[in-house]
């Protein structure tokens, strides 16, 4: 009975070594375990990316916005974004988000998406807003209603909305005069002439090549403005004029009566 009783002792001995010779080993166990656990919570983060693009022509847009919840980025030179999102307990239970892209002069995006735990790819094309002058040209004409030759400004209007939103068109002419050393601008309305098609429609002005004392002398280049009735424009600047007569028009000119400022000894300048 003696000799079981040692024997039951050294059993126990042997199992208290036992013990605390595995403490170590659990407790780096459960280190372990608490860093797979972390690195778990790193596979939460999930790519959103995509390729922003233009509706009409599919041509990428560069510095597009791009938001989902309170992340932002803007797109590349190729219309690409990414944004990394974690997913939170609203994920978990399929609660949307909003995500909205935006970019100067075309329409707004705006919708709400469910993301999933894995990388979700977005493209998104957005609706270009704003007129688009397609072609424009300033040449001499002799037209036979008049003594002179008078400059011909025409531009090829484009509209994807719509001619019809089309609010009005300017065409920017700069005059130089010599003997006071100063250049103005002088801004005139461009008369509707033709519809091309339901989005595309032609404009012309009709102005002279100086005024009154021909102190002012009109300069070889112009620019156009456009507004439309949604509150989108376009200002083209800096187009080159023609000087020689007979140029290739954009449409057969019409003569219609010079505006009265343009005729005036002293027309009515913007200053700049």
């Excluded at 790519?47 to 803007?74: C, H, R, W």
């Excluded at 939170?88 to 909205?100: A, E, H, I, Q, S």
């Excluded at 040449?139 to 090829?156: G, N, S, T």
């Excluded at 002012?216 to 600047?237: A, H, K, P």
């Amino acid at each position: 009975m003696l000799k079981n009783y040692h024997e039951m002792t050294k059993n126990s001995i042997r199992l208290l070594f036992t013990v605390f010779a595995l403490m170590p080993l659990c407790f780096s166990c459960k280190d372990f375990i608490g860093a797979q656990v972390e690195s778990n919570s790193n596979d939460r983060n999930i790519q959103i990316y995509g390729t922003v693009s233009n509706m009409f022509n599919n041509q990428p847009i560069y510095e597009a916005l791009v938001k989902y919840a309170d992340l932002q980025t803007l797109t590349d030179p190729k219309g690409n974004y990414s944004l990394i999102y974690t997913l939170n307990t609203d994920d978990d239970r399929n609660k949307p988000v909003k995500f909205n892209v935006s970019a100067f002069n075309y329409f707004p995006y705006s919708t709400e998406l469910i993301v999933y735990p894995v990388d979700n790819n977005i493209n998104i094309s957005l609706a270009y807003a704003a007129p688009i002058v397609e072609n424009s040209i300033l040449v001499l004409h002799k037209f036979e209603e008049y003594i002179d030759e008078l400059y011909v400004c025409q531009a090829r209007i484009l509209d994807y909305q719509g001619i019809d939103e089309i609010d009005f068109v300017n065409a920017v002419f700069y005059y130089d005069n010599q003997v006071a050393s100063r250049i103005d601008k002088l801004i005139l309305p461009m008369d509707y002439i033709e519809n091309v098609s339901n989005n595309t429609a032609h404009y012309q002005a009709l102005i002279l090549p100086s005024f009154g004392d021909e102190n002012w002398q009109i300069r070889l280049n112009f620019d156009i403005e456009v507004y439309d009735t949604l509150g989108f424009s376009t200002y083209i600047e800096d187009q080159v004029s023609s000087v020689v007569i007979g140029d290739t028009l954009i449409f057969t000119p019409v003569f219609l009566p010079l505006k009265q400022d343009a005729l005036a000894g002293n027309p009515v300048f913007f200053m700049f």
